[in-house]
């Protein structure tokens, strides 16, 4: 019978885990807390920025004002792409593409 109940606590202790951190970033803009299943520890994860679709919009439709108006987007992390890394392992553990403001 104890041996049934360690089994129990087992389960009650992933459960635990599963919901207090995230799994996955996809949608997540800024960096945050999640279960790292290939490290199988807690770990907040490493932005890398990149262009995107909305940073090359911008750009067009700003160098119809100026084409030092068309750089601002390359400066701007809101219209930058967002890939989520583990910070230990470089596992990719979430996307968030850019926004068009």
Known sequence: ????SHLMDENVVQSQINFKYKTKLNGIS????????TCNQPRISRIEYSYSKATFIWC?????????????PFCMQKCSSKTHYCPICDKIVGYTDG???
């Not at 019978?1 to 049934?4: A, I, L, P, T």
């Not at 800024?30 to 299943?37: D, G, I, L, S």
């Open 99 to 101: 926004e068009l403001c």
């Open 1 to 4: 019978m104890s041996e049934h």
């Open 60 to 72: 067009c439709i700003l160098c119809f004002c100026t084409i030092i108006l068309g750089l601002v």
């Open 30 to 37: 800024e960096p945050c807390e999640f279960y790292c299943f």
